[in-house]
């Protein structure tokens, strides 16, 4: 079956960095959009980056300058890096994995890892 395991949230202070790190089985990696999004109590899950199987990424504007997403398709991993880290920032973070054609669609999610950005 097809498992999207997250792992690399924690506490981190304003200003600081954390890198989140998501494992993927169970699915031909090299073909997915792989992504991540991030929810807080009361809001939509929210696009944070995604990146294609051709190499090309996406980023919400509140991250640009600040997160960078990659892939590594050898390893069947997908990694968030995460800088200057601000309160706002403060979410839980899931892993996306996205394949859509004319013939089918599917989409999986990994159970989240949490981000506490706080002094």
């Known amino acids: 079956q097809v498992q999207l395991v997250e792992s690399g949230g924690g506490l981190v202070q304003p200003g600081g960095s954390l890198r989140l790190s998501c494992a993927a089985s169970g699915i031909i990696f090299s073909i997915y959009t792989m992504g991540w999004y991030r929810q807080t109590p009361g809001k939509q899950r929210e696009l944070v980056a995604t990146?294609?199987?051709?190499?090309?990424?996406n980023y919400a504007d509140s991250v640009k300058g600040r997160f960078t997403i990659a892939r590594d398709n050898d390893k069947n991993t997908v990694v968030l890096q995460m800088n200057s880290l601000k309160p706002e920032d403060t979410a839980v973070y899931y892993c996306?994995?996205?394949?859509?054609?004319?013939?089918?669609?599917?989409?999986?999610w990994g159970d989240g890892t949490l981000v506490t950005v706080s002094s």
């Open positions: 990146v294609t199987s051709g190499g090309d990424t």
């Open positions: 996306n994995a996205k394949r859509i054609n004319y013939l089918y669609n599917m989409n999986y």
